[in-house]
């Protein structure tokens, strides 16, 4: 048994869609979770500049006495090796590795899409991980830069003009590679499924990050004696380097439940 909370960073709001996740099949777990909204967006960002950011947030979650840290965050995920997370002193998973595996194994023809952030999709690390999987799979990425603005300035209806018509642009060339499996490989995403899956004609395997990595920690914790053991009453409290309200208010569009109350500022230069 291990009462101490789980820990999870994201540059902004997408990691949410892995708390909510988290809370599904952990509801007796609590967690410390910390957005990055002063610096975001990391997805545009040097790999170093990602790499120093994310060290900054492992170490305010370490600070909390988290019992493993989740980056649930695809840019972070996809830049971080073994090697920057090996002395956090604490269990470490991003969201690249499990959303490997469940699409490596999903897939009928091998032909796998990815979307996310521009880091992500240069960075290479869904590829290197799906072939390390299965090496025969041929992987396609493409970046959908917008994507992340417009989820967090709640351009997120089945019916907004605006995201379908960018949805379109970024997702019609996949109908030319015949995937049959596509990873929606930046946790923002998920809140515009609906979205994508429409101008996807629902022709493909959808793997969302948040549910396989959420999955990925509750086995890990159960195996490793680290569960709280609580059925039911786990808690959540919220950091972010920026403006309360605007989180709080995102925040509902994410959870479906108001965040009032458990939202702390957190300066950046404290980090």
């Given at each position: 048994m291990d009462k101490r909370p789980i820990g999870v960073f994201d540059s902004g709001l997408g990691g949410l869609t892995v708390v909510k996740e988290l809370r599904k099949i952990l509801p007796g777990e609590d967690i410390i979770y910390f957005g990055d909204t002063g610096r975001v967006p990391y997805g545009t960002r040097s790999r170093e500049t990602i790499r120093r950011y994310a060290a900054?947030?492992?170490h305010f979650l370490c600070s909390h006495d988290v019992k493993m840290v989740v980056a649930a965050c695809g840019t972070v995920s996809s830049v971080l090796t073994d090697k920057d997370v090996q002395d956090i002193g604490v269990?470490?998973?991003?969201?690249?590795?499990?959303?490997?595996?469940?699409?490596?194994?999903l897939s009928q023809n091998g032909k796998i899409g990815v979307i996310g952030t521009t880091a992500t999709v240069h960075s290479g690390a869904y590829g290197k991980a799906i072939r390390g999987i299965r090496p025969d799979a041929a992987v396609v990425g493409r970046d959908c830069p917008l994507f992340v603005p417009l989820v967090e300035n709640g351009q997120v209806g089945r019916d907004n003009e605006i995201t379908r018509l960018t949805a379109k642009m970024y997702l019609e060339p996949f109908f030319k590679e015949n995937i049959d499996t596509l990873i929606l490989g930046c946790t923002?995403?998920?809140?515009i499924y609906d979205i994508i899956a429409?101008?996807?004609?629902?022709?493909?395997?959808?793997?969302?990050?948040?549910?396989?990595?959420?999955?990925?920690?509750?086995?890990?914790?159960?195996?490793?004696?680290l569960s709280s053991e609580k059925a039911q009453g786990g808690t959540c409290h919220y950091y972010v380097s920026?403006?309360?309200?605007?989180?709080?208010?995102?925040a509902g569009i994410f959870l479906g439940e108001n965040v009032d109350g458990k939202v702390e500022y957190v300066s950046v230069d404290t980090l």
């Open positions: 900054q947030d492992i269990p470490y998973t991003g969201v690249v590795r499990p959303a490997a595996q469940e699409a490596a194994s923002h995403y998920p809140i429409d101008v996807m004609q629902y022709a493909v395997v959808f793997v969302d990050p948040g549910q396989v990595t959420a999955r990925y920690v509750s086995s890990y914790l159960m195996q490793n004696g920026d403006q309360l309200d605007t989180f709080a208010d995102v």
